[in-house]
């Protein structure tokens, strides 16, 4: 099985895949705090621009397991992240259309220990405040995966 999802007592989700676990938190950003989460995130941690949480479960997903392989386009997973999230090559088209930016985000941590942790002191450290999880609709989330996949295949 490639992942379980857990649910804390806060809105974010850890999932437990055989890649490691990761820890998704949705947040609200002003344009202030956009550049704050930014700069206060490392090497296992991504903010990104999109409907629902399913999508930065897969593309965080897709992207572990493509370093894991060595088959990754971007050289940090970071990067990877948005390139599959976005569907597209280029990390600039990515940054465009899936970079972080003044409203909902969500906040990625992957490839350490108690990822939920370390996401719950940043989000704590820059006082910013999670908002509720939301589910994609079926048909959307599956467009969505699809195009994930395509850039995979290619």
């Not at 989460?37 to 090497?43: I, N, Q, R, S, T």
């Not at 997973?77 to 600039?92: D, N, P, T």
């Not at 990822?115 to 450290?125: A, E, F, I, N, T």
């Not at 467009?143 to 994930?148: A, F, G, I, T, V």
């Amino acid at each position: 099985m490639y992942l379980s999802v857990v649910i804390s007592k806060y809105t974010m989700l850890e999932i437990k895949t055989k890649f490691g676990n990761i820890c998704i938190a949705k947040v609200h950003l002003n344009e202030d705090d956009v550049g704050k989460v930014l700069e206060a995130c490392d090497e296992q941690c991504q903010v990104m621009r999109t409907k629902c949480y399913e999508e930065v479960v897969f593309a965080t997903i897709l992207a572990l397991k493509s370093f894991n392989s060595e088959r990754n386009t971007a050289k940090t997973v970071r990067g990877e992240i948005l390139l599959r999230l976005a569907g597209v090559k280029q990390i600039k088209d990515a940054l465009k259309l899936v970079g972080a930016s003044k409203g909902e985000n969500f906040i990625v941590i992957f490839n350490v220990d108690n990822p939920c942790d370390k996401l719950r002191r940043l989000l704590q450290s820059l006082g910013i405040r999670e908002i509720e999880l939301n589910k994609c609709p079926q048909e959307e989330l599956k467009k969505s995966l699809e195009k994930m996949a395509m850039v995979e295949a290619f």
